[in-house]
C-alpha cells in the first residue's frame, strides 16, 4: 500500500492554495485512493467552470517513492480568461417554439458560463415535461474565450386522455348509478408552452362540462395565470 503524502499546486492566481486544496478529500498520512484522488481534482475544475473559467488545462503530475511507499501529486494549472455565451443552439425540437426553451435558461448570450446555472436549467427543461431527452454540449465559438451552448432535444407527447365509468352505489331505486366521465389535457398548446384542459361528466341527474386554460409566463414573467369555465 502506498499512503497519501500530499499535493503542490502551482500555476493558480485566481483561488488561493488552501481553497483548492480544500477539495481534495484525502489526508497526508492516509492510504492513497485513486478514486478520492479524481474526486478532488473534478472538484477543483468544478470550482473553475462555475466561475466561467472552461478553457483552463489541468496537468497533475503522479510521483511515487518507492522506498517510501508515498505518492505525491503536483498539479500545474494554466489559468485563462473567462468564457462568454456567443450562441445558443437549440436542436430538434419541431414543434415547441424556441423561445418557450429560452426562457427557461438561467443564462443568455453573453454571459460568463456558469455550472451550476447550466446544470439548474437543464433541470429546468426537464422538468417542463415536453422531452423525452435533453443532451447539452458546449463547442468553442469564434474566438477564443467564445464557446456555443448547444442543446439537443428530442419531444415526446404533451397530451394526455383519461376516460371511464365512474360506480356511486344505488341510493335510489329510480336512480342509474353509473356515469361516465372523460378528461383532455395539453401540456404544450400549439408549441407554446400553454395548457388547455377538458372534463366532461355525464349522469343520468347530473352533467358537467369544464374547460381549463393557463398561461405559465405572464408577461414575460414565470407567472402562472389562468381560468376555469364550468
Do not use: C
Amino acid at each position: 500500500q502506498y499512503t497519501y503524502a500530499g499535493t503542490t499546486i502551482s500555476g493558480n492566481e485566481i483561488f488561493s492554495k488552501e481553497t483548492l486544496l480544500s477539495y481534495i478529500k484525502l489526508k497526508p498520512g492516509a492510504v492513497f485512493n485513486q478514486t478520492k484522488y479524481q474526486e478532488g481534482l473534478q472538484g477543483i475544475t468544478s470550482l473553475y467552470a462555475e466561475n466561467g473559467y472552461m478553457t483552463n488545462q489541468y496537468a497533475p503530475a503522479v510521483n511515487k517513492d518507492v522506498e517510501r511507499r508515498t505518492i505525491s501529486v503536483s498539479l500545474s494549472i494554466v489559468e485563462r480568461p473567462r468564457s462568454h455565451i456567443e450562441n445558443i443552439i437549440i436542436r430538434g425540437n419541431k414543434r415547441t417554439k424556441d423561445y418557450v426553451i429560452l426562457r427557461e435558461l438561467l443564462f443568455e448570450q453573453g454571459d460568463v458560463f456558469s455550472k451550476s446555472k447550466f446544470t439548474n436549467s437543464l433541470r429546468n427543461l426537464f422538468n417542463l415535461r415536453y422531452f423525452s431527452t435533453v443532451v447539452p454540449d458546449v463547442q468553442p465559438g469564434s474566438e477564443q474565450n467564445l464557446i456555443d451552448v448547444i442543446l439537443n432535444v428530442e419531444e415526446q407527447s404533451t397530451a394526455s386522455i383519461q376516460f371511464g365509468i365512474t360506480f356511486s352505489g344505488i341510493s335510489d331505486a329510480d336512480s342509474f348509478p353509473l356515469s361516465l366521465f372523460v378528461q383532455w389535457q395539453e401540456r404544450n398548446l400549439a408549441g407554446r408552452g400553454n395548457e388547455l384542459s377538458v372534463n366532461a361528466t355525464a349522469a343520468t341527474d347530473n352533467q358537467t362540462l369544464q374547460l381549463g386554460y393557463a398561461e405559465n409566463w405572464f408577461l414575460g414573467y414565470p407567472v402562472t395565470l389562468g381560468f376555469d369555465l364550468s
